[in-house]
């Protein structure tokens, strides 16, 4: 019997087999998934396919819960253990599908096998070797590829358009681990043992060298299609993050531009604020808005009010904030610094009045301004227009006239406008982007929506704006990895298949026929020496007979 047991030795040894068809199933596969693709589900080769079809056909089909089991482990190693049941579940799911899917195809292959082939297995004639190949080592392995890698997809883990390219590579995996693994194991454990032990000599180690040389070839194409991947996102992402230097650096000359002009003037109306201003706000889509706000001393407010009035054809106040954001009239201080022209003035108009000091935030980024002569940008607030939950910044450039603080030009700014004028022309498919300033998040965008799927590369850099630092982070999903790649490393690998497939049938039926062959030669040997031992008897029973008639024709005294 198989594996040195007979069927009552198994029976009475079933914990046994099934811990040893366990053990190596997991071990086997788990050095496997060294090999794995990106994001890391389908291997160039799975050797435990052709340990579960052996385990199958040689020992028998009630050991297919330790197949399942060694599937279920090892692709629920990522499954969280500490977060509870229900979390335990909600992922457990998975690895359990394809677990069973694994164990429906070694029982299959083998039902199949031994209804088509036969056992004992003799693997020995053109014809059974073909159907082996094609239908157990082909057909059958579409069972494990198509329920695991349609499982991933239903989980979420992944892409729509990484489906095929991963149900190739585990279909390919699954049938060089049979025409390998299981080969092997048929060479050491199969009936008949005769025709089996007489191939332990060329067919192992031919099937191994080959199946080598496939998968270093496999690793070799997979790794500079990995470089070029990387190159190639690199370069993307990249583009993006110099093209967000510029802009940001067109939007600061412009108002630098414009911090000249109020300087350089002494005074400043309306109609030539938003004269300057119209052409920088069309070039510079980006902005929320572009201010003048004055230094002005309590005994100008009332005047600064009226003023303000008469401009907007309704009645104005100098206004500030609370700590909830509602807007009130401004109490006394000293010292103002009052919005007094914005442009665009239509959406905006809530600004008008509104003493930027009142706001803590504000009031850092106009000291921090005024004491060092250069720009400086808030911390993500909420705008007083603001009417949604988007952040804002507002960057503060110092107008000095004659050495004396005059007010400041601000470019008023919500970070997702901002962010959609950098991104209009570029390419996000399979990209992730987030923007942080500090420890807050001012900014993402998902081109999956699907924050489950883990970035396979990632690029980051510092973004200076102002007298602050964001952080500009760039990441590359199987979206992108999918659109990105080439067909080399799987060629390679179905290439690979059809090199061991053709030389592992070539060499079944070759070993076969010499099997056969020798079988023959023994066989006529024995025949032959049958025949030559018959034809001593007959001799010395003919030299008997004729002794015997001699004797019998002698004359008696």
Known sequence: MPI???RQ???????????????AYYSVGYLAMLLAIPPGYATAIW????????????????????VALASFSINAIEVPLDQGVAAFFAEAWA??????????????????????????????TARSVLIYIVLICGVASVISASVAVSTLWLAGKLESNNYLYNWATWWVGDGLGIMLVATLMFVFFAEPRGIWRSRAKILPVALLLASVVVVMMYVFASRWESTRQQQMFERHAEQIYLRAEILLHSYFEGLYAAQSFLGASEHVNRDEFYQFVGGLLDRNPGFQG????????????????????LQMGEPKVVTEADGNGTRMLADRRDTYVVIKYIAPEVGNEAALGYDISSNPLAR???????????????????????????????????VFRAGVLSGYISGVFRVENLMHALLVKQNLNG????????????FEADSLQNANKAPLFVQSWPIHFADQQWRLTISGSQRFLADSRSI??????????????????????????????????????????????????????????????????LPTS
């Open 431 to 442: 990209l992730a982007l987030t923007l942080t300033a500090g420890d807050e998040l001012i």
């Open 364 to 398: 850092k980024a106009l000291l921090a301004a005024s004491d060092h002569r250069q720009p400086a940008a808030t911390a993500p607030l909420t705008l007083v227009q603001e009417t949604g939950q988007q952040a804002g910044v507002v960057v503060y450039f110092p």
């Open 9 to 23: 030795a198994l029976r009475e040894n079933y914990l046994s087999v099934f811990f040893f068809i366990l053990l």
């Open 290 to 309: 572009v201010a003048w706000a004055v230094v002005m001393p309590h005994q100008q407010r009332e005047a600064f009010e009226r003023q303000l009035s």
């Open 4 to 6: 040195g047991l007979t």
């Open 47 to 66: 050797p435990s396919a052709g340990i579960a079809l052996a385990a199958m056909l040689l020992a028998g089909y009630r050991y297919w819960p330790a």
């Open 488 to 553: 080399m490393p799987w060629g390679v690998l179905a290439a690979g298949m059809l090199f061991v497939g053709l030389l592992g049938m070539s060499l079944l039926v070759l070993t076969g026929a010499k099997y056969h062959s020798d079988e023959s030669s023994v066989k006529l040997q024995a025949m032959v020496e049958r025949l030559q031992q018959t034809q001593g008897q007959l001799v010395e029973s003919e030299k008997m007979a004729a002794l015997g008639g001699l004797v019998a024709g």
């Open 95 to 124: 690895p359990a599908l394809i677990g069973l899917g694994a164990a429906t195809q070694a029982v299959v292959g083998a039902w199949v096998l031994k209804r088509v082939i036969g056992y004992p297995l003799n693997l020995d």
